[in-house]
């Protein structure tokens, strides 16, 4: 039943540039609706520069909450009241909690990755995995992996400006976690092997094989792919990339990215809510589109 917008109705936003390409609206709206909540999500283009506005409205018009995109998810962390751990050690976020004017930050990224794979019945804890990529996408699942108890994480990226960065970022990740973490540059084929069959999770985390590039995989050798390494790619378009293709030809559980959408968007709703999104509808939903 299609719910009435009254005076009472509370609003829960996107805040990105851009963002109205974003399916957010529809996973939020259908779930507000088939739980009966009285509020409604919008996404709106926020410019850098109206960025501490835009959160404060959060305050002033007393919204329920937001999601948050590119280009805000750093940028962020400084005009929130507090932050949840895994927020803190990320260094991004990518929801607010309006807790009576006091803005909490969260990034439910990672959490919403780590649900993901349940939903293959692969376990990491306690484990080693490899992830090809060190972006905004892989810290958030460096680090709830980390925090979650993954055993050992092999990062492999690019040997670019951003290296010793990453380099720093990741070693503060580790000291504040159990986990041991390592980084070594992706063109480095022989240490990328010794990870990977180490793993039993290789993650893709970069953009390498989103659509038109689609025929490319940021695996080169794809002869270190084995059935008991699932693989899971952060990308949805296409559903299947070069990548889980390989991979799948020799058996290995294998999911894409938009189980890890629709879990942070999950994460989120419950956040907000105190209530289950309905994943199920959620899923199909956005199958769909
Ligand atoms: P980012 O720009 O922060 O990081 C990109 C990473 O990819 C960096 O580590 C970079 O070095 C690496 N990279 C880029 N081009 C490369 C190349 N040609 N070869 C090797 N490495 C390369 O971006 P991000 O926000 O981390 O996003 C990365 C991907 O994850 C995008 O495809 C994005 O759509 C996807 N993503 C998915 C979800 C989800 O819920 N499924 C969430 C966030 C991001």
Redesign the pocket.
Known sequence: MKQMITGHTRLAALFAKPAKHSISPAMHNLSFEEQGIDAVYLAFDVEPDDLAASIQSIRQLDLLGVNLS?PHKMAAVALMDECSPAAELIGAINTIVNQEGRLIGHNT?GI??MRALEDIQVSIIGDTMTV?????????IISQAALDGVKTIHVF??K?E?YPI?QEKLTQIAQKTACEITLTD?EDQMALKTAIDQSSLLVN????G?KPNDTVS?LKDKTLLRESLAVYD????PRETQLLKDAKAVGAKTA??????LY?GAAAFELWTGKAMPVEKVKALIESM
């Open positions: 590119m990224d919403g990755f090809i990529g060190a972006g905004g996408a892989a810290t958030a990226n690019r670019d951003f990453i992706l985390a970069t953009g390498v989103m940021p952060v990308i949805y378009n894409n990215g938009l189980s890890m959408l942070q």
